[in-house]
């Protein structure tokens, strides 16, 4: 959008600096930035000839601008899930007005560790208005009249391998149509911190409890994960006692 301002005066200059009845100059300024949001500019100045001074015509003009606050929250139902375990995410675009934001849109991609539930929209991921893009996380929201919102859920599975590791889910590229004049609110974030509990259990047999002096017996030693999480480095020792020799046949 560009708005122009002139102004103009009558000016006595001539050819050969000939004081001219009737003569004019114009001065013309062009603006092509738009401030933020309501503005006034307004344009004067003197000029000189033959020691007297000149007033130039002065002109004012206020540049509107609409104004819409757009104000971006986010949250999971599930801050400290398990791996494997199904999450969601909600995002609220709230227009705080005073204007009505139209072409609103804004980007939700979600990060490694977790993994996007598409299921056609069916239960995810469901935009109370627009469109989502599963592949670049773009929300097209449209249109969002002054004090309504607009909400995404995305459903995700928190992904093995994760344990005890803090994910963070964070909106960009909020845009429309109109001048935001707070953008502190623009961006919404959410942490999930996956579980790093996992209960171990050991449990050993022996194929005969009553075996004679010379036989071969064999032990089974079993270490079961009961979960939820992932666990790694797991160590455990089997020294067998006096009494049997362990076979070792490399």
């Known amino acids: 959008m560009r708005s122009s301002l002139t ?11 000939i ?3 009737l003569a004019w100059t114009a001065l013309c300024v062009l603006v ?5 949001a309501a503005t006034t500019i307004q344009n004067s100045g003197t000029g000189s000839t033959n020691g007297s001074t000149l007033d130039l015509t002065n002109a004012t003009v206020t540049l ?7 104000a971006v929250a986010k949250i999971v139902d599930d801050a400290t899930p398990d791996e ?13 007005g005073p204007e009505e934001a139209s072409s609103v849109v804004l980007t939700d991609l979600l990060p ?17 208005q627009g469109t989502y893009n599963t592949g670049t996380g773009l929300w097209t929201v449209g249109t969002i009249a002054n004090s309504a919102n607009a909400t995404l859920v995305l459903r995700a599975t928190v ?4 344990s005890g590791d803090t994910i963070t889910n964070t909106t960009s590229g909020l845009a429309s149509d109109q001048f935001d004049t707070a953008t502190g609110n623009d961006v919404g974030s959410v942490d999930i911190t996956v579980n790093n509990d996992a209960d171990l259990a050991v449990a050993k047999i022996v194929d005969d409890g009553t075996p004679d002096e010379g036989q071969t017996i064999q032990y089974t030693v079993t270490v079961t994960n009961n979960g939820p999480a992932q666990a790694t480095t797991v160590a455990l020792t089997d020294l067998l006692p006096a009494g049997v020799t362990l076979i070792d046949d490399g």
Do not use: C, F, H, M
């Open 84 to 96: 494997g375990q199904t999450i969601q995410y909600t995002v609220t675009v709230t227009n705080n």
């Open 7 to 17: 102004s103009a005066k009558r000016s006595p200059r001539g050819r050969s600096g």
């Open 159 to 162: 992904d093995a391998g994760t």
């Open 112 to 128: 490694a560790g977790v993994t996007l539930i598409d299921d056609g929209g069916l239960t995810s991921p469901i935009p109370s």
């Open 19 to 21: 004081l001219r009845a």
């Open 64 to 70: 509107n601008r609409d104004v819409a606050d757009l």
């Open 32 to 36: 092509t930035t738009l401030p933020a």
